[in-house]
């Protein structure tokens, strides 16, 4: 589903060069559930980036769904991300001045086979259904609470119906019993099929996952089977 190649990612500016992925090599099956975990600035966020397809390696060859994505041009990538890949932010990233199923609605605003306002509406209430917010969605987020907040993110990351889905931190800004909520959540759509990859500092988190991915100082360090997905 995804695979990272030899990957290596050095940030460069006009007296600094810092090397933020070093050697990386990668590979994620489908309808895998698996976490990252590492110090801070150990290049956590980084992979995710280039899993998602915001960023570029410097070295290396990125595939999603088989397809070498290394070389695609911004207009080829954009519609891969918005068709294959959902994003759950640790800051939830909301418009406050927007509705609770408006926001869930903004990812299909750019998607042609969804532009009809009333085929967005029942797609963005499903998502919300499913998140148990469906009493929640003509509420704005400053209405709403940290856990809460955190279930419209994952409604605007499933709403499009992806095949991966990329979580950076999502319990990080909850208390354990909202988090635990939230990892159910994520659970139940890695069991319906998604492919999940998740970044933690907790790693009591990280152990409900399938495997867990160990990173230092830009480096794999580890890599192990935490439970069968099969």
């Known amino acids: 589903m995804i695979s990272l190649n030899n990957i290596e990612k050095v940030y460069r500016t006009s007296s600094i060069e810092t090397l933020a992925l070093a ?22 966020s980084t992979l995710l ?5 915001l ?10 769904g088989g397809q070498v994505v290394t070389q695609y041009r911004d207009k080829e990538l954009a519609r891969l991300r ?22 869930v609605e903004i990812p299909l605003l750019y998607r042609k086979g969804d532009s009809t306002g009333p ?3 029942k797609l ?8 148990g917010l469906s009493n929640r969605m003509k509420h704005f987020p400053n209405q709403l609470s940290g856990g809460q907040k955190q279930r419209v993110a994952i409604a605007r990351a499933i709403v499009g119906r992806p095949s991966i889905i990329l979580a ?14 939230i990892m159910n959540i994520l659970q139940g759509l890695n069991t319906d099929g998604a492919t999940i990859v998740m970044v933690t500092h907790d790693e009591t988190m ?23 997905n099969a």
């Open 82 to 103: 918005n068709q294959n890949i959902g994003f759950i932010f640790q800051s939830f990233h909301l418009i406050n001045d927007l509705s609770v199923l408006d926001n």
């Open 206 to 228: 990280a152990k409900k996952t399938h495997r867990l991915v160990r990173l230092f100082d830009g480096s794999m360090v580890g890599d192990s089977i935490l439970m069968s």
């Open 23 to 44: 050697n990386i090599n990668l590979h994620i099956k489908a309808g895998e559930f698996v976490s990252i975990m590492g110090p801070s600035g150990c290049g956590k």
């Open 55 to 64: 960023d570029e390696p410097s070295r290396g060859t990125v595939e999603v």
């Open 168 to 181: 950076d931190e999502p319990t990080g800004n909850l208390d354990s019993a909202m988090g635990n909520e």
């Open 119 to 121: 085929s967005r509406r």
């Open 49 to 53: 980036n280039l899993m998602g397809l």
């Open 124 to 131: 963005a209430e499903e998502a919300l259904e499913r998140v």
